[in-house]
């Protein structure tokens, strides 16, 4: 028996079922990670050019960050979420500084998930509305609040939790009710104001808008120019929270700080996550002032908010992003993987995205599949998601080197010409 096999062994043993499991057949133990790479028990190599789902954005024990928690950890790991400190504070002006103004207040989170709920009960709060607006193929998270307002049904049907919420199409120019329509964001746009103004529609007025400015598991769908800004005006012109959720494209992935930049729109409520905390759980909700100050003292609480190591790991991370210009590195290097993918795959369904976020939509799961098991063989990580889980998604530390990009790009050409 292989280490890794033991490892695996061990766990299976005793784990509850239902864990997710990644890069099949045999899930890659993880042993070690630096930089882009990930070893297994074994000490093999891997490039993971998915960045443990997007996490990694400054790269995987970026020494800044792991100085910041060594250093963290010898004067303060734990601080109740119900008493201030400095790194709070620290924290927070950061996180405004990269925040699209007029976004100025904060409340923090410690998953994904838990952020989307907290924007969701503010926006109730706020509106005194309960309905919530989402999209098909969204993937807010998986707790009992936020999967209410999953794409997927099925995510729902095994934890026997209702949807609470009205779906939209998601305006996906590929494969959407509108795909070939001149503009399917229009048409999307259409049906939801039709939702929202005409009084017969039925759909209660709601509370918000979640949508991702990019859908990230749903297959990395950039929606049509304008759809975010139309998003916008409806939401003003029905007095509705517009809520993005940039958990997954936020971040420098998309190129951007965050992928509503590409448009120039700014929401009321912002979700952010996964790389922000540099390899470590953090997320928040940055918002407008009018609505973040909502709340009496007391609604928002868990032990482990404000936890001083990822506090401090966030801190260092947006450091990195800022001062390594790995926004502008996303961008360049990510419309280098675009152009040569776009012109060396011409066979594949769908190549897009921006940014070091790409999709390559195949024709089916069973593809897909085959195609991440190819590239694991070759010592190479991507994701896969998409409606009918056929698309493989890239999305790579921000600072992968370019050559390094390329030999993941070769191996990607090599499976799927
Ligand atoms: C866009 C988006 N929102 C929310 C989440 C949920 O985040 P978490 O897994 O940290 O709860 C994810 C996770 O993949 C995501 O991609």
């Excluded at 734990?78 to 400190?85: D, K, L, M, V």
Aim: net charge negative; with cysteine.
């Amino acid at each position: 028996m292989t280490s890794s096999e033991r490892v695996r062994e061990r766990i299976r043993a005793v784990e509850g079922t239902g864990m997710r499991t990644f890069w099949e057949p045999e899930p890659v133990v993880w042993a070690r990670t630096e930089g882009c790479h990930v070893w297994d028990a074994e000490g093999r190599a891997y490039l993971d050019l998915y960045a443990g789902f997007a996490v990694a954005n400054v790269g995987y024990c970026h020494p800044r960050v792991t100085e910041a928690i060594r250093e963290q950890a010898g004067v303060m790991t734990h601080c109740p979420s119900a008493a201030p400190s400095e790194m709070r504070a620290e924290l927070y002006e950061r996180l405004l500084g990269i925040a699209p103004p007029p976004l100025d207040r904060v409340l923090l989170a410690i998953t994904g998930a838990m952020a989307n709920e907290t924007a969701v009960q503010l926006a109730r709060a706020a509106t005194g509305r309960r309905s919530v607006v989402t999209f098909s193929g969204a993937y807010p998270g998986r707790t009992v609040g936020a999967v209410r307002y999953a794409g997927k049904r099925a995510y729902r049907e095994q934890f026997g939790v209702a949807a609470d919420a009205y779906f939209v199409p998601y305006p996906d120019p590929y494969r959407s009710p509108w795909a070939g329509e001149s503009d399917p964001g229009e048409a999307a746009l259409r049906l939801l104001e039709n939702a929202l103004t005409d009084p017969a529609s039925g759909v209660e007025p709601p509370a918000c808008v979640l949508v991702e400015p990019i859908q990230g598991n749903g297959g990395v769908v950039v929606p049509p120019h304008g759809f975010l800004r139309g998003l916008r005006e409806l939401c003003d012109r029905t007095e509705t929270v517009l809520v993005f959720d940039e958990i997954q494209c936020g971040f420098g992935r998309s190129g951007r700080v965050w992928a509503c930049d590409h448009e120039g729109v700014v929401p009321d409520l912002m979700t952010v996550g996964k790389g922000i905390g540099g390899g470590l759980a953090l997320a928040a909700l940055l918002g407008r002032s009018k609505l973040m100050t909502t709340w009496e003292p007391d609604a928002v609480t868990s032990t482990f908010l404000a936890n001083a190591l990822p506090t401090a790991a966030a801190c260092a991370a947006i450091d990195v992003l800022r001062e390594e210009e790995l926004v502008e590195r996303s961008a360049r290097l990510g419309a280098h993987a675009l152009t040569r993918l776009q012109d060396e795959l011409a066979g594949v369904g769908d190549v897009r995205g921006r940014g070091l976020f790409l999709g390559l939509e195949l024709d089916d799961a069973e593809l897909a599949t085959n195609a991440q098991r190819a590239l694991r063989e070759r010592g190479v990580l991507v994701g896969r998601g998409g409606r009918y889980g056929n698309v493989l998604i890239l999305a790579p530390p921000l600072v992968i080197e370019d050559n390094v990009l390329d030999g993941g790009l070769d191996a990607a050409v090599e499976v799927l010409a």
